[in-house]
């Protein structure tokens, strides 16, 4: 009785994950997951960074190496479902993800994995030991940012649903444009009634899931949805033209400066690339072709000048130091160049930067954040990806039969606050959706939520799934 | 400092003091008890009034994350609130002559201390002898973790406040989130206390006595429905219920959660159990040899006299069934030494706490042995681990600490004309939650005999041991005010 007492409800969303690593990238996953109710169990064999993880956030701590199957054990890996190494080794990660297939094979893992060497191996790595489920290359992530954006002119962010056939883009509202001081049931008639839909609104640093009552105003980060064929039809209406990226120019030839240099080069865009160090020069030389590999300073403006800077469409400063990327891409934007895309690492600074006017911003560990996070994700949730200063995601899931939001029309469904249905596709179709529009069984739904709405989604899409 | 956030978790704070009252009101009730049950009644609406207006205006923010500021300043503005109103009852119902004396009931209860202004405890309405327990219950696991457990909400913010309220020197968490971490102590603490329940009846007390003592028992508080506290049953048996229950309290709590899972041996592995209840045995077997033949003609009794009275001081639960100021002055100054060890760290005691004062010992020794081998490296370990030397050096601070604030609140309570012995176990008794004292508050007296201004430094002193000291302290250092 009295164990019985004691003993573990049967809870429906218990999910207990183990994170190794509380660097960045861990602690930020942690974070994200302990506001939504996840047990969170983090390894580090730094104990400062335990330190700060355990007074920041509610989750559990382990001080040891996540390679180690005793640190492993005691951090509870058998009853964990989900195990997530991250450190900033992959050596470590690979190791700590050995010892918990032994312990404990019925838990997912994901592995931050950065060396080539071993992302070749993927499939061996899968179906034989360690079993990795997933493989994350933050790196690889990234260069599909840069071409996303590059992809869409005057875009903050973007995210694609659905293989790209729906785009979510974010956009900053200049102080001349067309839409600013509108409200938002007024746009229906400027896009003649095509798909388009803005699913959320950035304004002062705060997200805003809005409704048709809410006004836009000059200086909104405004995130809007369109079919991929429409894309530059919306743009049109915020006033940007459809300009395609010819010329680049990159900045730092480390592993994601050749993997950028090298997929712009099979776009046959004109590319440049500044890499300080004259071995590595020598080595993007021999495996680039067509690039242009210059060896120097990418801060030193005579340089930049002499390389016509100003004709480039779009710089992009990926070195190591990311204080030199900002620095790199103000100096660039002031001489000229139409759009800076700098990589950032640190969190912290993340915010700052829209501040003194760089907008595009990548980061390598956010990407990995967010992949990570995709599938973490509960339920029939495929894909999720969350919007500038981390406070909403979009998710992708299919909607089940038993699913609460089926065969109503979606302004009669109890929707959690803070969260939109933001598209249905159905076959080959795709609706952007009004408040009249019924989401079938086993349609596809894009919901974008708040982080505070992130468990109540979770809860509407997937409820009844747990009696399959 | 936001003070929205304050007052919001201080007003949820009052108004889960103000629902409580619901269990005195019906027992008052049952017992057909009108003045009682009037008292408990207004009682009642005044708390969940006060609470709701502190909590309504700002409720928003009961859900955001708190800094460590802010914890501490909520869990000693929430304590010091909640005796607050809970004195109201004792105040309406004229038990005592003055707000004061009502407040230090109030307070001894929350703060599981357990000393007393009551010459005459059987006069009392059963209403609020309940209502007596039933605030050590509360205090004793903590209001704070018990909020915890049920208040979805309290998520990252409740974390500071249950560091706040529950420091411990090496901190464990049951469970990856703070909630589940709550409710399993509760569960715990919620099973022993039945479980008590059920024995005490077996020894022939009726429920409403068995209720109580449990309810004064596990929190280690000591309130007694009877003026000779424990004697007053005149049973072996309940004597041995209640030291086996003591001690359960006397044990971290997690290691109770352990064993209930069924692993029972983390109790020997544990090293802080073992020299806890080490420490028991020794203290017993020399106490019983002490008091043999000078006091008890028999063995037996001086055994079962020795252990509980050894128990109840240890633990700081503060029951008596012994005047132990007729013992020789050697178990005297046992029982005077065990107000200061206490007992276990994540347990519901009081005093130093046993880890502590093993962790002292070996950082002592380990500066003695480094005199001997000055090229040693020798860190401080404790069941096999490495104690960071941040944390020993914290354990230096809280002790000189606590020793400090010990001597100055003795100095101050002897200044009010109190003798010398009453002083210093007057405040030994309070900062370590325990209860009775020695001359003047011994255990066959109370503390009505403390002057007003002594009073309300016992108040402030039984306080300091509820939350060990920091976490009241610190509300009195300037620096803690500054923007």
């Known amino acids: ?468 | 400092m936001r003070w929205g956030h304050v007052t919001a978790l201080v007003g949820l704070l009052t108004f889960f003091v103000g629902l409580s009252m619901i269990l005195p009101l019906g027992c008052s009730l049952y017992f057909r008890e009108g003045e009682a049950a009037r008292v408990l009644l207004v009682s009642m609406g005044i708390t969940l009034g006060c609470g709701a207006l502190l909590y309504g205006p700002t409720r928003k923010s009961a859900s955001e994350a708190l800094s460590h500021r802010e914890g501490m300043a909520i869990v000693t503005l929430g304590w010091i609130s909640v005796g607050v109103f809970g004195a109201i009852p004792f105040h309406l119902g004229d038990v005592f002559p003055s707000f004061v004396d009502s407040l230090f009931e109030s307070v001894s209860g929350f703060t599981t201390t357990g000393s007393s202004l009551l010459s005459n405890i059987e006069a009392l309405p059963r209403g609020l002898l309940l209502w007596r327990s039933l605030i050590q219950w509360l205090g004793g696991m903590g209001i704070i973790v018990l909020s915890l457990a049920i208040l979805p909400f309290l998520g990252v913010g409740g974390m500071q406040l249950y560091k706040a309220e529950v420091p411990s020197p090496v901190p464990d968490k049951l469970k990856p989130r703070i909630r589940d971490t709550a409710t399993v102590l509760w569960k715990v603490y919620l099973l022993f206390t039945a479980a008590q329940v059920l024995l005490l009846m077996l020894g022939n007390m009726n429920l409403f006595d068995a209720v109580c003592h449990a309810f004064t028992t596990m929190p280690t508080g000591g309130f007694s429905t009877r003026n000779v506290s424990v004697m007053s049953f005149h049973s072996a048996w309940v004597d041995g219920v209640m030291v086996v229950f003591m001690l359960l309290a006397g044990v971290n709590f997690s290691l109770h959660y352990q064993m209930l899972k069924g692993r029972p041996k983390v109790l020997w592995r544990d090293p802080e159990a073992r020299f806890f209840l080490g420490l028991v045995l020794v203290l017993i077997a020399a106490v019983t040899v002490n008091v043999h033949g000078v006091v008890y003609e028999s063995l037996s009794s001086a055994f079962r006299y020795a252990s509980f009275q050894v128990v109840s001081i240890l633990t700081t639960t503060g029951y008596v069934t012994a005047d132990y100021e007729r013992w020789p002055a050697f178990s005297q100054i046992v029982l005077v030494l065990c107000m200061f060890v206490g007992a276990s760290a994540g347990s519901t005691g009081g005093g130093i706490k046993c880890l502590r004062v093993m962790l002292l010992f070996k950082y002592a020794y380990r500066e003695l042995f480094r005199l001997v081998h000055p090229r040693s490296v020798s860190p401080v370990k404790l069941g096999g681990r490495v104690v960071p030397e941040a944390v020993l050096s914290s354990i230096c601070g809280f002790f000189l600490a606590y020793v400090g604030l010990f001597a100055i609140c003795s100095v101050l309570l002897s200044s009010m004309g109190v003798d010398l012995l009453t002083s210093l176990s007057a405040v030994a008794a309070t900062m370590g939650n325990i209860g009775p004292g020695l001359a003047g508050v011994g255990p066959m007296d109370n503390f009505s005999m403390i002057p007003l201004a002594g009073k309300w430094l016992l108040i402030f002193c039984m306080l300091l041991g509820r939350l060990e000291i920091y976490t009241v302290i610190i509300l009195l250092v300037p620096e803690f005010w500054r923007k």
């Open chain 1, 1 to 468: 009785m009295a164990s019985d007492f004691i003993a573990e409800p049967p809870r429906e969303y218990f999910v207990k994950i183990i994170i190794v690593g509380a660097g960045q990238v861990g602690f930020n996953v942690a974070s994200r997951l302990a506001t939504e109710n996840k047990e969170v169990v983090v390894v580090d064999r730094d104990a400062a960074a335990l330190k700060l993880v355990s007074e920041q956030l509610d989750v559990q701590t382990v001080e040891g190496s996540g390679s180690s199957p005793a640190v492993l054990q005691e951090a509870g890996v058998q009853a964990a479902d989900i195990l997530l190494a991250v450190t900033d080794s992959d050596e470590t990660n690979l190791v700590s993800c050995l010892f918990a297939d032994m312990l404990s094979p019925a838990t997912k893992k994901l592995v931050r994995l950065r060396n080539d060497d071993y992302t070749n191996f993927e499939n061996n790595l899968k179906e034989r030991p360690p079993h990795i489920d997933t493989i994350i290359n933050p790196e690889l992530e990234l260069v599909r940012t840069v071409q996303r954006l590059l992809d869409v002119p005057g875009a903050v962010d973007v995210a694609e649903f659905a293989d790209g056939r729906l785009k979510l883009i974010g956009v900053r509202l200049g102080p001349g444009s067309p839409l600013a001081g509108k409200h938002l049931w007024e746009l229906p008639r400027k896009t003649g009634g095509y798909g388009f839909l803005i699913a959320a609104i950035v304004r002062e640093e705060e997200l805003i899931i809005p409704t048709g009552r809410d006004v836009l105003k000059a200086g909104d980060l405004v995130y809007f949805v369109t079919e991929q064929n429409r894309v530059f039809e919306a743009l049109s209406l915020f006033d940007i033209k459809a300009e395609t990226v010819r010329r680049a120019l990159v900045v730092g030839g480390g592993r994601i400066g050749f993997r950028l240099a090298k997929a712009l080069e099979e776009k046959n865009i004109y590319t440049k690339i500044i890499e300080k160090d004259p071995r590595r020069a020598n080595e993007l030389a021999e495996n680039l072709n067509r690039v242009i590999v210059l060896q120097g300073d990418g801060s030193d403006q005579s340089l930049l000048s002499e390389e016509n800077v100003q004709d480039m469409d779009v710089v992009i400063t990926v070195t190591s130091d990311e204080e030199t990327n900002i620095l790199i891409s103000l100096l660039a934007r002031r001489m000229g160049v139409g759009k800076a895309i700098t990589l950032i690492n640190r969190f912290a600074y993340l915010p700052l930067v829209a501040a003194i006017g760089i907008e595009h911003v990548i980061s390598p560990r956010l990407s990995a954040v967010n992949t990570i996070l995709q599938h973490v994700r509960r339920g029939n949730v495929l894909t999720s990806v969350s919007l500038k200063g981390e406070q909403a995601e979009a998710m992708e899931a299919v909607a089940m039969e038993t699913s609460d939001v089926v065969g109503k029309p979606l302004k009669n469904i109890d929707f959690p606050k803070g969260a939109l249905v933001m598209a249905i596709f159905r076959g080959q179709e795709v609706i952007i959706p009004s408040g009249d529009s019924v989401i079938h069984p086993m349609d596809r739904i894009v919901i974008l939520s708040t982080q505070k709405a992130i468990s109540k989604v979770e809860k509407a899409l997937a409820v009844k799934l747990e009696f399959f």
